[in-house]
């Protein structure tokens, strides 16, 4: 029995960083005739309908127990806003609280204490796209003096994730009729499907914004752009 092994060329990696990986698939039967493997790639394109920030409040005050009241005091109103403005209990996770002394620094003579810091953060998810600019706006005013993000997503990404396994599945199978009708061979038939991983980029989020900076840019506006999602797929065939 004759074996032949070729691999297909697999599309260019993402220029950005993995939002997500699949389970590896793998569907295996024995094979009797000539054997064809392939390698193919489905990729399409979605819009994100998810945006993740972290918004944050740092306080400063002479002793720790006011600097942390302080920061808890302004991440309530910054909770009350995002509440406000309709994102559920759900999306909006503590994410950081962290209480720091501040010391003087002066040649030859030992640090000075001069307070305590305290950040309270928070990471929100806004399924509304369209508004998260207007509301970060409105975090800023309600004491909100750290932002990071945002990082877009796709909320379930399962089934544009699906077709593009299904326009693999398609590329591999006319590749490997190509390839038979050049040898002279059909394909008969599918005979191992092993997926090597799923995945959807995601964009590197905007550095730390200090809270003067974003009071300077009125009207925030998030754009969504387009995202693609790919999934790899090696392929067996039977060749007789």
Do not use: H, W
Not at 118 to 145: C, H, M, P, Q, W
């Amino acid at each position: 029995m004759r074996t032949i092994l070729l691999s297909a060329l697999m599309l260019g990696a993402a220029m950005v960083p993995v939002a997500a990986v699949a389970q590896q698939a793998s569907i295996t039967q024995s094979v009797a005739g000539t054997r064809l493997d392939v390698s193919a790639s489905g990729e399409v394109t979605r819009v994100p309908d998810l945006a993740i920030i972290s918004a944050g409040v740092v306080t400063k005050a002479a002793t720790a127990g006011s600097a942390l009241q302080q920061a808890a005091t302004r991440m309530q109103r910054v909770r009350s806003a995002l509440k406000a403005a309709g994102v559920e209990d759900r999306d909006i996770q503590t994410s950081n609280i962290s209480l720091n002394p501040e010391y003087r620094y002066v040649n030859n003579e030992p640090p000075q204490l001069t307070g305590y810091s305290a950040s309270n953060t928070v990471t929100v998810r806004f399924r509304d796209i369209a508004n998260a600019g207007k509301i970060l706006d409105a975090l800023v005013k309600e004491g909100a003096n750290q932002l990071n993000g945002p990082t877009l997503t796709i909320d379930k990404p399962e089934a544009a994730l699906d077709e593009a396994r299904a326009q693999a599945i398609a590329k591999g199978r006319a590749r490997a009729e190509l390839y038979a009708r050049s040898m002279g061979l059909r394909v008969v038939r599918i005979v191992a499907v092993t997926e090597s991983g799923s995945s959807y980029p995601v964009p590197p989020p905007m550095p730390m914004m200090e809270r003067a900076m974003v009071a300077q840019a009125a009207d925030s506006k998030i754009d969504p752009g387009e995202q693609k999602l790919r999934v790899n797929l090696a392929m067996t065939f039977e060749l007789q």
